[in-house]
């Protein structure tokens, strides 16, 4: 049995949350030998999805429960270092999967894979906002060197955890992440337009999704737009909960305020949260979805429209051009005015965007949520098998 940290069930709208979901839905659908348990802080296995359900439960662990009335952040920390190992040994599981950058110091002789998306923290110095923070990652970057198999969303964050975590790239293997097939069907066109009735989108439209930290380069896109030339007529669509004004201006740029500062509030457009049902149909509709970001361990967002058909524009940065491939346009966010030079011109070219939005679902085809939980069942496999020579080799001597 393989013991998973389920500390992001409880927040499915984070990437980790949406991670650790589908890799429990397609290990279930691929069957085989792989018994995957999630286990969360407060219930000790509360099993997800529903079909989970009939698997048997342990008894509460109380260590849990008596951390209530501490700090969120604290409760977390003793979750991931002492409480989930120590329930993970207690319960008999054969292997630790942590599916996040989280993983325990001392696992008390549990094999351990741990999936780090990406190293942002280690990277951008802006993400390390207080001592504590700088602490914890100390603290998490310890678990890793601990840990008998790592696994990376991309080649581009398996580099940076050889380098910056010094682990040996006999340890760090690569698994893609998946993306939803379901993107990729047509929307009839009567549910299209309440769609674009319900969020109040312009008839064509560039679309951005996803977060609005300072790594998304959301004031370069701004910049861009209002660069271009006025009587291109182009309207962008900045998706997603904006962040309030003030609130670590550090790592949340004012991006409405910057959107003012341009004058351009009439072509600029903030639809705010998008429930996930609408998601197909919003990216059908635009024109073409634009992800200027500097930074990602995997980038689902590009990858997601990919699946829908629309036509991507993204940085030529980290991960993105080996999961885009030929199917996107790459632009260097460091090159001055050649964003905007891209969007004018796929935002006229109706024979480029045919041409990507053919191009597009060939290439996220290739990454499956099936054949990431297939890599990621071999993992605990082969770090099972690790402690097992171990033990034999520790025997004979």
Known sequence: MVALNGHFLAHPATGSG???SHLIGATERLGGEVSLRPFLADHTTRPQPASFRTQPMLAPFPAATATRRLPNDLRKVIWEQLIFPLAARRSGADCIHVPYFGSPVMTRGIPTVVTIHDLIPLVMPAYVTTPLVALYNRLVSAGARTATLVLADSEASRRDIIRLLGIVPDRVRTVYLGVD???????PSNVRQAVRSKYGLPERFLLYLGGFDVRKNLTGLVDAIASMDRSTSVHLVIAGRVPQPGRRPTLFPDIRRRVNEAGMQATIHFPGFIDEEDKS???????AFVFPSTYEGFGLDPLEALQ???PVVCANRTSLP?????AAIMFD???????ATILARIWRDEGLRTDLSRRGPLQAARFTWEECARQTSDAYKSAID????RSGIGRAQ
């Open 18 to 20: 949406q991670y650790v």
């Open 181 to 187: 097939p379901h993107l990729g069907i047509p929307v």
């Open 281 to 287: 149909a919003l990216m059908q509709l635009a024109t």
């Open 308 to 310: 829908a058909g629309t």
């Open 322 to 326: 080996e999961l885009m491939g030929d």
């Open 333 to 339: 966010p460091d090159t001055p005015g050649e964003l």
């Open 386 to 389: 690790a402690r097992t020579l």
